[in-house]
């Protein structure tokens, strides 16, 4: 039974860890704003990791860039300074820095040119 219950919380910090990476990688909201200015991500992402096993040392998110992130108004800030980030990194022109598509990724290994969601990677 001591199995079961490590099992669960193994995977209920795994899920807690792709939803925060799901938070983290969609395009910046205020909600993601909000969590990285208050210090609510930063605080997630430690348990996480610690409850995962892993080094629990997290670089402080809501204090890189030099946006002041205190208050309301310094998520506003953060949120300024993350989308033209999110941009640049995932969007990019004419290309991205990273695309965060498969079937981008496939593409390229597959020598073709990538076309996002009309490849045949992309269409399985």
């Known amino acids: 039974m001591k199995y079961a219950a490590v099992n669960d919380e193994l995977w209920q910090a795994r899920a807690a860890a792709w ?6 990688l969609r395009y910046p909201g205020a ?25 629990a ?7 890189e860039g030099g946006c002041d992130t205190a208050g309301p108004a310094g998520a506003d800030a953060l949120l300024r300074a993350l989308r033209p980030e999110a941009t640049r990194l995932f969007v990019g022109a004419p290309e991205p820095a990273c695309s965060p598509y498969e079937g981008v990724w496939a593409a390229e290994a597959d020598g073709v040119q990538p076309l996002l969601f009309v490849n045949p990677r992309s269409m399985e």
């Open 31 to 55: 909600e993601l704003a909000e969590a990285a200015a208050g210090g609510e991500w930063d605080e997630a992402a430690g348990e996480i990791l610690a409850a995962l096993g892993l080094p």
């Open 57 to 63: 040392e997290v670089p402080a998110a809501a204090g």
């Open 19 to 24: 939803e925060l990476a799901a938070l983290s």
